[in-house]
């Protein structure tokens, strides 16, 4: 080994050390309770082979807690995407103070989800200052959070609200990549600004689109904090994902062995759902030029 390798192992090993540590042990340990019924309170652990990774595939409130996720995704990926294009064209478009505006909208990403989860869910409680005024002025009685439909498209949105400045501004970025001479020989050519934008800007804009789809699909997998604010993954356990169902599992149920499967079963769905998609949209970058 001579010195450069060497030198290479030393400046890489803080990484290495913290990837075993925090990331590789958890990892086995995980792999190790699920093969588990240990509940991490008694002293007595049964071991159950792969009994946690069946009973999880058969359990209907298992399989409803996927079929949750995949509505998350389907409601709050469009929408994440339409808000921070929004936003990116919309700031892009300003002819001066571009950054403080962006950095405004960067700031709902910096809050607390706990914060905002508690800030809605007052906003739009029942008897919530929202509520009262619809129900007194307008004649409307609407249960935001009590009703199945409405609570998924409430916490999609917040959510959608709080990541939109931070993709925003890798759209941002995207867009000033263009070559605004196209849209100068566009606008001689008199093509309209809708055609202009799913023309040019749309296709020429793919690898920042494609970063923000990715990273908007990772964040639907992983919807929790707002869920168990919100709703509780209620009602009728409309907005229960597996994320609320391993933690109910784990720390209500005291099923520890049980929830870690259910997680690791989640973490195998959830990478192959990404790998689809970036097939998916790597498709649809070819026919655009992209390689």
């Given at each position: 080994?001579?010195?450069?390798?060497?030198?290479?192992?030393?400046?890489?090993?803080?990484?290495?050390?913290?990837?075993?540590?925090?990331?590789?042990?958890?990892?086995?340990?995980?792999?190790?309770?699920?093969?588990?019924?240990?509940?991490?309170?008694?002293?007595?652990?049964?071991?159950?082979?792969i009994?946690?990774?069946i009973?999880?595939?058969?359990s209907?409130?298992?399989?409803?807690?996927?079929?949750?996720?995949?509505?998350?995704?389907?409601?709050?990926?469009?929408?994440?995407?339409?808000?921070?294009?929004?936003?990116?064209?919309?700031?892009n478009?300003?002819?001066?103070?571009?950054?403080?505006y962006?950095v405004?909208?960067?700031?709902?990403?910096?809050?607390?989800?706990?914060?905002?989860?508690?800030?809605?869910?007052?906003?739009l409680?029942?008897?919530?200052?929202?509520?009262?005024?619809?129900?007194?002025?307008?004649?409307?009685?609407?249960?935001?959070?009590?009703?199945?439909?409405?609570?998924?498209?409430?916490?999609s949105?917040?959510?959608?609200?709080k990541?939109?400045?931070?993709?925003?501004?890798?759209?941002?970025?995207?867009?000033?990549?263009?070559?605004?001479e196209?849209y100068?020989?566009?606008?001689?050519?008199g093509?309209?600004?809708?055609n202009?934008?799913w023309?040019?800007?749309?296709?020429?804009?793919?690898?920042?689109?494609?970063?923000?789809?990715?990273?908007?699909?990772?964040?639907?997998?992983?919807?929790?904090?707002?869920?168990?604010?919100?709703t509780?993954?209620?009602?009728?356990?409309?907005?229960?994902?597996w994320?609320m169902?391993?933690?109910n599992?784990?720390?209500?149920?005291?099923?520890?062995?049980?929830?870690?499967?259910?997680?690791?079963?989640?973490?195998?769905?959830?990478?192959?759902?990404?790998?689809?998609?970036?097939?998916?949209?790597?498709?649809w970058?070819?026919?655009?030029?992209?390689?």
């Amino acid at each position: 080994m001579n010195k450069n390798t060497k030198l290479g192992w030393l400046f890489t090993s803080p990484y290495l050390i913290f990837t075993f540590i925090f990331f590789l042990l958890p990892l086995l340990w995980s792999f190790w309770l699920a093969l588990t019924s240990w509940n991490m309170i008694s002293p007595d652990v049964e071991f159950v082979g792969i009994k946690n990774f069946i009973d999880a595939v058969k359990s209907p409130a298992i399989q409803s807690a996927f079929v949750v996720t995949y509505k998350f995704l389907i409601v709050f990926v469009p929408m994440a995407m339409i808000m921070s294009m929004i936003i990116a064209l919309l700031v892009n478009s300003l002819p001066k103070l571009k950054g403080l505006y962006m950095v405004a909208f960067f700031l709902p990403y910096l809050s607390s989800g706990v914060v905002t989860s508690l800030i809605v869910k007052g906003l739009l409680s029942y008897n919530g200052p929202f509520n009262t005024f619809l129900r007194n002025k307008m004649g409307w009685d609407i249960d935001w959070l009590g009703n199945p439909h409405t609570a998924i498209i409430i916490v999609s949105l917040m959510i959608a609200w709080k990541m939109s400045g931070y993709y925003g501004l890798i759209l941002i970025s995207g867009l000033s990549n263009i070559n605004q001479e196209i849209y100068e020989a566009a606008a001689i050519d008199g093509v309209t600004p809708w055609n202009r934008f799913w023309k040019i800007t749309f296709p020429m804009l793919y690898p920042a689109f494609f970063t923000v789809a990715v990273l908007a699909v990772g964040v639907s997998f992983g919807i929790f904090t707002e869920v168990y604010q919100l709703t509780g993954g209620g009602p009728n356990f409309a907005t229960n994902t597996w994320q609320m169902e391993i933690y109910n599992q784990a720390f209500v149920g005291l099923k520890s062995g049980y929830a870690s499967a259910v997680a690791l079963l989640a973490s195998v769905v959830t990478f192959a759902s990404i790998g689809i998609i970036r097939k998916l949209l790597e498709k649809w970058g070819e026919r655009n030029g992209w390689t």
